[in-house]
């Protein structure tokens, strides 16, 4: 069983264009996180979120928001896509109660915004 | 802010080499360390971490120590096999706070041949 999984895998669009990608986790965690990786690699969190608070890295657009349908999915939602929104965005979860200590990441999602 | 700093790459051995990533980090408090390993095409999986000062974290060969005085938790492995070849990622999460966000180095890729 696949512990996060993330839909679509890849995803080409157009400029000017809303895309979301989902995420969900079987891992009964908590916590659930947005992350992006440019093209050198670098990861950098973008949201952390549970069922009491989100916390949102103050560089991210308002253009990027994500969505909680229920504990166990986070949602991201990105309105009109930008060239520079062209990356790898991964999810994962922790559980507070094991001291965050392990994050759990998704296989990733590519974005392409041509 | 808290930082991970992380030697550039890429980093290309041969088989049964020793290999030494190094990670430096600034953080106030006490925080965790990480290493975290990407292979290609996949998501990120936790490697080892150490909690406190003078911890080492070890698993599948590959070591670090917490190192509170140089502010370092290097990643070391005695004989490196093709397999290990991946991106590795040194991250740090703070102390205390409500959630986990993991701060991450650059990441340093690294190409084992045979």
């Known amino acids: 069983d696949t512990a996060v999984s993330q839909t679509p895998k890849y995803l080409v669009t157009q400029m000017g264009n809303d895309k979301s990608i989902k995420c969900e986790q079987n891992?009964?965690?908590?916590?659930m996180y947005w992350y992006k990786q440019d093209s050198k690699k670098f990861l950098k969190i973008m949201f952390s979120?549970?069922?009491?608070?989100?916390?949102i890295n103050e560089t991210v657009p308002n253009r990027f928001s994500p969505k909680s349908p229920d504990k166990a999915h986070l949602n991201l939602h990105i309105n009109s896509l930008e060239l520079g929104d062209s990356a790898v965005y991964f999810c994962?979860?922790?559980?507070?109660?094991?001291?965050?200590?392990?994050?759990?990441f998704g296989p990733g999602t590519r974005l392409t915004v041509t | 802010g808290d930082s991970v700093t992380q030697m550039e790459g890429p980093v290309t051995l041969s088989e049964e080499a020793f290999l030494t990533i190094n990670c430096t980090y600034t953080?106030?408090?006490?925080?965790?360390l990480f290493w975290y390993v990407q292979y290609p095409g996949e998501g990120l999986q936790l490697l080892l971490k150490?909690?406190?000062?003078?911890d080492k974290g070890s698993n599948k060969g590959f070591e670090a120590t917490y190192r509170k005085e140089t502010t370092s938790f290097h990643l070391e492995k005695g004989s490196v096999q093709v397999s290990d070849s991946a991106v590795y990622f040194c991250?740090?999460?703070?102390?205390?706070?409500?959630?986990?966000?993991?701060?991450f180095g650059k990441g340093t890729k690294l190409s084992v041949k045979p």
């Open positions: 150490a909690t406190k000062a003078d």
């Open positions: 953080a106030t408090g006490y925080p965790s």
């Open positions: 891992l009964g965690h908590d916590t």
């Open positions: 991250a740090l999460k703070g102390y205390g706070g409500s959630q986990g966000n993991l701060i």
């Open positions: 979120y549970n069922n009491k608070e989100l916390i």
């Open positions: 994962a979860s922790s559980q507070p109660g094991q001291g965050h200590y392990e994050q759990y």
